[in-house]
T-cell receptor, first 110, second 113 residues
Framework: DTEVTQTPKHLVMGMTNKKSLKCEQH?????MYWYKQKAKKPPELMFV???????INESVPSRFSPECPNSSLLNLHLHALQPEDSALYLC?????????FGPGTRLTVL | SQQGEEDPQALSIQEGENATMNCSYK?????LQWYRQNSGRGLVHLIL?????REKHSGRLRVTLDTSKKSSSLLITASRAADTASYFC?????????????FGEGTQLTVNP
């Protein structure tokens, strides 16, 4: 298995909702990442997990809460988001620095 | 500011022609990676070139890296309409926290049939 999967593909939520994005990989990679990408812009790093521990938080607002339950799974819990948080959220995993991305979750906050 | 800057921002060519995209960066890196993205979907990893390498090939792709000039180029030969996409370079710095990628602004390539 050489892919990163993400669910759901699309998500629409209100500003008072709580939702979660999920990411899974079975390549044995020990580093996993969350990125945010706005339209016509490059991806921006949000969080890095290394060996299931949060190692980098790029000053992301607390309404985004990452979780790494095990070496194959990565979640991003969302609460009280703002319309400007609407974006494509990408998950990636890496081995030896080479990062592989999932297809992303298109998030719309109303 | 972004580590990588790419030019051109947009490139339109005819099928069969070659496409060259350039990437410049500012600080030391461990490797540089090129990605393709189709219309707001996930990024597809194309090629990785390490800081001690100068040139790398993969199929119709050729990547060069000049660490003295802090620049890289991606050449796609014999382009096809299916190559139409956004192309991003990403510089990598690897530490104990993992691999931190910083992306350039991207080049939008259009290959006309």
């Amino acid at each position: 298995d050489t892919e990163v999967t993400q669910t759901p593909k699309h998500l629409v939520m209100g500003m008072t909702n709580k939702k979660s994005l999920k990411c899974e990989q079975h390549m044995g990679h020990r580093a996993m990442y969350w990125y945010k990408q706005k339209a016509k812009k490059p991806p921006e790093l949000m969080f890095v997990y290394s060996y299931e521990k949060l190692s980098i938080n790029e000053s992301v607002p607390s309404r985004f809460s990452p979780e790494c339950p095990n070496s194959s799974l990565l979640n991003l819990h969302l609460h009280a988001l703002q319309p400007e948080d609407s974006a494509l959220y990408l998950c990636a995993s890496s081995l030896d620095g080479e990062q592989f991305f999932g297809p992303g979750t298109r998030l719309t906050v109303l | 500011s972004q580590q990588g800057e790419e030019d051109p921002q947009a490139l339109s060519i005819q099928e069969g022609e070659n496409a060259t995209m350039n990437c410049s960066y500012k600080t030391s890196i461990n490797n540089l990676q090129w990605y393709r993205q189709n219309s707001g979907r996930g990024l597809v990893h194309l090629i990785l070139i390490r800081s001690n390498e100068r040139e790398k090939h993969s199929g119709r792709l050729r990547v060069t890296l000049d660490t003295s000039k802090k620049s890289s180029s991606l050449l796609i030969t014999a382009s096809r309409a299916a190559d139409t996409a956004s192309y991003f370079c990403a510089t990598a710095r690897i530490g104990t926290s993992g691999s931190r990628l910083t992306f350039g602004e991207g080049t939008q390539l259009t290959v006309n049939p």
